[in-house]
């Protein structure tokens, strides 16, 4: 059954099974017509025949007994008619006297006895119908002859009755044999042609599919589609070929927008390497070297170029090679790389091409004849610009491709699509790949004299003792200070004094071995760490600085020659210290015994001076536990200003010693304070009085607290800050505790765990100086920062050095991204106050501000 099914459901069968149907409503219809006029004709004509039989019956009934015969010729008459009529379809009877009644009893059951008593009285002929028979009575009426025999007839009365019976049985068989074998005959005929003309319209229209079928069967990409023509196949009907018609227009329409599945796939590869990883851009260069194989997968791509712009000194152009080129096609190509450079709407026209590097993605042979050679005709570079403002990167990047795929307007478009695609993800893991590497340079480094900062001068401070602990050698530590420098930048401003800071620092890398570390301290201390050194040597290096030094000379913005002059410290390991804060304590007691002496001059203790050196430590360890005790802990408050409103919104707090004769700042005693334990002691009673003088002066803002790293393992910390809180009234959130990035933290869980803990009290939290150290990103990643204060380095030095601009805008742009409040430190004048503002930073803190008091600013800033 499922087989008619589907048959009926193809075109053949569809077409034969429409003729097959058509065909035979219309014979049925045809052969019911025709049988129902030739049972009314045979209707009629058995009529007339009965009709002639029984009149010719009667008229030789009426002539015998006209001429006198018997009762027994009659019968005799009557039985030779009927036999007459044995082989006929009509059987004939005749009926006299009382059968005459008894034969219209018989009719009485199919017509009320009134029909049968006219019937006897001459009522007409009567016509019954069976089921296999028809009846028909022709009554025999007396006429006026008759009534010689019959003397007690009169005219018109029934003397008998002539009955003709006809069997319709003969009939309807023959009519039905003649019927089905008419019917079978047809049936073949019509099965015949039905099967004729279906095969016929199928083959025309099979084969016209069949050869549509084979030109599509060869179409396997869109340049195959693209040169696909069916025009002109002929479907022989009209309106099929009407149909493939439109078919054909849709086709040629589909051309103009097809694109290979393969491209998209590879856009879609290509966007699933957007999750950019540490490992992609550290490797950046292989990154792109891999995209370039997976490009080749569905276009012939030759080379692609990344152009990045380097700050405003020039353009640094790296060209990735599919496979080995000569060394021509690599002349010609960066011949038209630089064209095409110089009509590039981010290209400046002047800056130089700083270098241009070559790779291979699939170096495959050595030999110089079985490279690739490429004509100028050869290359189409089809690029893209993007133009990244922070960190300052101009990128362009290209793909070289065949000229005559680059002709093709949808491969166009789809190269641009991928071009964009391309450039985004090579600029972003480009533009993470600067940052990060800026951000380690500058975690290790001084941003302005490009030194080693504090905090690595102190990790390889201890690494250097345990080192010559284990080989059993001497190393010397010196200490520098510049002379009069804080004069400098009073006199001159702190841009000249940033630059005599520069010099001087390239004065101490040239008077030092290759190995030996430099570092800047902090403002215009540095130190120098020189391994495997003696006291002898170690007093020889300082001589060759102060020599260098002499050298040394400044113009100042006014004209005048500014020279400096450095006093230096001097301390042995193992002779004068075996601990790293020893020896730095005796270096940096020496070089402020050398200011003593006039300075200008080189200390190196001896063993007397030990002595003095203990003991001014013990002095100042007593200072700070006589302070705590005695409660002469002082807070003092630094302005934060909003610029954008200028209001003073924000007060850093600071810890201040009162000895009664002078104030000490933290720098002094902070670092005695952790040796001791005593910090976190120092810090609630801090806080407290912090708090205190917050609620008697009504002050509404808020206040930034530094933390120290030691609270961590203080339990109760939280809970105390909390109270205390409570206790004067401020609320949590307006407070925000600091860590500064700089310290190292070497349990990391237990430091999220705290600030998660500060956050859900309420309090916030900041990262200070930003970008100092190695965990800018962890913080930024685990943390919830509410807060960026950036390294005031930066800040100070960004509108004379570039690279400290691009770092502040860097951070900026982070910060804003992630919803982080950012605050400029060291703002010492207007130029850095409007600079700040222009980047967007939401807050300003520095001496141009408000330098730190013992009173909260309730006024609004300049």
């Known amino acids: 059954m499922s087989r008619i099914i589907h048959f009926v459901k193809t075109l053949p069968g569809f077409v034969f099974g429409a003729i097959l149907a058509v065909a035979l409503a219309v014979f049925f219809a045809i052969t019911l017509a025709a049988s129902l006029l030739y049972e009314n004709v045979i209707n009629r004509q058995a009529q007339q025949t009965s009709e002639a039989i029984a009149n010719h019956t009667f008229s030789t009934m009426f002539m015998i007994m006209s001429q006198g015969w018997t009762r027994e010729e009659m019968e005799a008459f009557v039985d030779a008619t009927q036999s007459a009529y044995e082989n006929s379809p009509f059987e004939i009877a005749l009926y006299r006297g009382d059968k ?30 069976e089921d296999r028979h028809i009846r028909r009575l022709y009554p025999v009426e007396a006429r006026a002859e008759c009534l010689s025999c019959h003397a007690n007839a009169s005219v018109g009365d029934v003397l008998g009755v002539i009955a003709l019976q006809q069997n319709k049985q003969a009939i309807s ?27 016929f319209a199928s083959r025309r229209i099979n084969d016209s599919v069949e050869q549509f079928g084979n030109r599509l069967k060869s179409v396997n990409t869109v340049t195959d589609f693209r040169q696909l023509d069916v025009s002109d196949v002929d479907f022989y009907f009209q309106e099929f070929n009407n149909t493939f018609g439109q078919i054909n227009i849709l086709m040629e329409r589909l051309k103009d927008v097809a694109v290979d599945k393969d491209i998209l796939e590879f856009e879609i590869r290509l966007l699933s390497k957007f999750i950019i990883t540490s490992e992609v851009v550290k490797d950046w260069r292989d990154f792109i070297k891999d995209l370039l194989v997976d490009i080749n997968t569905i276009i012939k791509a030759h080379t692609l170029v990344t152009i990045f712009q380097v700050e405003e000194e020039g353009y640094e152009l790296e060209v990735f090679w599919y496979q080995d080129v000569c060394e021509n096609t690599q002349v010609q190509f960066e011949a038209v790389v630089t064209r095409q450079l110089g009509s590039n709407t981010h290209y400046h026209s002047g800056v130089p091409i700083l270098k241009i590097v070559h790779h291979i993605a699939c170096p495959n042979t050595t030999d110089d004849a079985k490279k690739l050679s490429l004509s100028a005709h050869d290359i189409e570079l089809q690029t893209k610009s993007l133009l990244l403002e922070t960190p300052k990167i101009g990128g362009v990047v290209g793909i070289g491709v065949q000229s005559e795929m680059a002709k093709d307007p949808i491969r166009h478009i789809v190269i641009d699509s991928i071009l964009t695609t391309l450039l985004n993800l090579v600029g972003s893991v480009k533009a993470i790949y600067k940052y990060t590497k800026d951000l380690e340079y500058y975690a290790t480094r001084d941003p302005l004299t490009a030194l080693h900062n504090q905090r690595m001068f102190r990790e390889l401070l201890g690494y250097e003792v345990g080192r010559s602990t284990r080989h059993n050698e001497e190393f ?14 009073d006199r001159y401003g702190h ?14 890398e ?67 210290a075996d601990d790293p804060r020893d020896l730095f304590v005796v270096a940096d007691n020496m070089m402020y015994k050398a200011k003593r002496k006039g300075k200008n001059q080189i200390a190196i203790p001896d063993e007397h001076e030990m002595a003095e050196v203990f003991k001014a430590v013990g002095e100042k ?33 600071l810890m201040r010693i009162d000895l009664g004769d002078r104030i000490v700042p933290a720098g002094e005693f902070i670092d005695i304070a952790e040796s001791i334990g005593v910090v976190h002691k120092m810090d609630y009673l801090l806080i407290e009085k912090a708090f205190k003088q917050m609620h008697e002066q009504g002050y509404e803002g808020m206040l930034f607290v530094n933390l120290s790293p030691k609270s961590l393992i203080i339990g109760e910390f939280i809970s105390r800050v909390r109270q205390l809180a409570l206790e004067y009234s401020i609320e949590p959130r307006r407070i925000v505790f600091e860590l500064t990035e700089r310290e190292t933290v070497s349990n990391m869980a237990l430091l999220e765990r705290f600030v998660q803990d500060l956050k859900l009290e309420g309090f916030n939290f900041a990262i200070d100086d930003f970008g100092s150290g190695y965990s800018s990103f962890h913080y930024i990643k685990h943390f919830p920062i509410d807060v960026i204060k950036i390294e005031g380095e930066f800040i100070r030095n960004m509108l004379t050095d570039d690279k400290d601009m691009a770092f502040v805008k860097s951070i900026v742009t982070l910060a804003h991204s992630l919803g982080i409040q950012t605050v400029a430190e060291f703002v010492e004048d207007q130029a850095v106050m409007d600079a700040i503002r222009a980047l967007g930073i939401d807050y300003g803190q520095g001496y141009f501000i408000g330098r730190p008091s013992s009173r909260l600013m309730l006024a609004a800033a300049q």
């Open 173 to 199: 068989s023959e009519l039905r044999r003649d019927h089905v074998v008419l019917f079978i005959l047809f049936a073949i005929f019509t099965f015949f042609i039905a099967t004729l003309i279906s095969a």
């Open 476 to 489: 010397s530590l010196l200490m520098l200070d510049l002379d009069n420098f804080k004069t400098v930048n």
């Open 100 to 129: 005459v009644r008894v034969l219209y009893g018989e009719v009485s059951q199919r017509q009320p006895d009134e029909a049968v008593q006219r019937s006897l009285e001459g009522a007409g002929i009567q016509v019954i119908e």
């Open 510 to 576: 040239n008077a030092v071995r290759p190995g030996d570390f430099v570092s800047r301290y902090g403002g215009d201390e540095f130190t120098i760490i020189l391994p495997e050194t003696g006291e002898e040597q170690a007093h020889t290096v300082a001589q060759r600085i102060a020599r260098l030094l002499e050298k040394l000379a400044l113009t100042a913005p006014d004209g005048t020659s500014v020279r400096a002059t450095t006093s230096i410290g001097i301390a042995i390991y193992p002779r004068h």
């Open 495 to 508: 841009a000249f004094g940033d630059q005599f800071l520069h010099a001087f620092a390239k004065v101490l």
């Open 621 to 653: 360890n007593l200072m700070v536990l006589n302070a705590l005790e005695e409660q002469r802990i002082l807070p003092y408050f630094q302005p934060i200003v909003s610029l954008e409103t200028g209001e003073v919104l924000i007060h850093e707090l």
